[in-house]
Structure formats: C-alpha cells, structure tokens
C-alpha cells in the first residue's frame, strides 16, 4: 500500500486542530493524551509508525507517529535497529532467531493485511 493510499485511511485525517494534538508545544508524555487516544483507534497504526521510523532524522524526532511519542520511537530504534517497525525489521528479528518487538510485529501484521 502507497503512502497515499494508506493516509486517506488516517483516524487523523481531516482533524481540523491535528497540529495541536499531534506536535504539542510540550514533549512531557501526557501532552501526547489526545493523539495517543486518536492513534489507539487508527487503523493504519503500524504504518505511520514504520514511515516514521524509516524518513525522519534521528536527531531530530517531533510529534507523535503510530501512536508513538518522539521518545518512545527513539527507545524503539534504539532497541531494534534503524528498520525498527518496519517489515524488514520483523525479518531481521527472525533471522536472528529473536522474537520480534512490538512495532515490528504491528509492521508484519499490516505488510499482509495491505498486501495486494
Ligand atoms: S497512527 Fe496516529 S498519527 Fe498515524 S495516521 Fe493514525 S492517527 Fe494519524
Ligand atoms: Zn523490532
């Protein structure tokens, strides 16, 4: 599935104040509540989250992606590697003989569910 394809199915799509919920002006974890909330019912989840992981700087992690804070996608990265919650990841993890992490398995659950 494209990016633009699995965004028209976004729980945030059209949010009319997603730049507040979304990219709060404070970082402490409960500024995140709201989009938390909004990302527990998406159900493109693990895709957001994969994209995330894979396009933005390290260095520099905003705004909540997949239902993840910026410091909950840097522990994730840091645990599992630059392909943490993609497909490639839950690969990786298997070919390790590890079990796969939370957002790699969300990742592989959604590679087949979009298959097509
Ligand atoms: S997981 Fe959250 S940020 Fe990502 S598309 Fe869904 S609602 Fe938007
Ligand atoms: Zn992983």
Same mark, same amino acid.
Not at 49 to 58: C, G, I, T
Not at 78 to 107: F, M, N, S, V
């Given at each position: 599935m494209s990016?633009?394809?699995?965004?028209?199915?976004?729980?945030?799509? +059209?949010m009319p104040d997603a730049e507040d919920v979304f990219?709060?002006?404070? +970082?402490v974890p409960s500024a995140y509540d709201r989009a938390r909330a909004v990302c527990a019912g998406c159900?493109?989840?693990?895709?957001?989250?994969? +994209?995330a992981l894979a396009v933005e700087p390290r260095a520099k992690r905003y705004g909540m992606f997949g239902g993840k804070t910026p410091d909950e996608r840097r522990?994730?990265?840091?645990?599992?590697?630059d392909r943490a919650g993609t497909e490639e990841g839950y690969q990786r993890h298997r070919a390790?003989?590890?079990?796969?992490c939370h957002a790699c398995t969300g990742a592989h659950g959604a590679a087949i569910r979009y298959a097509s």
């Amino acid at each position: 599935m494209s990016a633009a394809t699995w965004r028209s199915q976004a729980a945030c799509l +059209d949010m009319p104040d997603a730049e507040d919920v979304f990219f709060p002006a404070s +970082d402490v974890p409960s500024a995140y509540d709201r989009a938390r909330a909004v990302c527990a019912g998406c159900p493109v989840a693990a895709l957001c989250l994969a +994209d995330a992981l894979a396009v933005e700087p390290r260095a520099k992690r905003y705004g909540m992606f997949g239902g993840k804070t910026p410091d909950e996608r840097r522990a994730l990265a840091a645990k599992c590697g630059d392909r943490a919650g993609t497909e490639e990841g839950y690969q990786r993890h298997r070919a390790a003989g590890e079990r796969p992490c939370h957002a790699c398995t969300g990742a592989h659950g959604a590679a087949i569910r979009y298959a097509s």
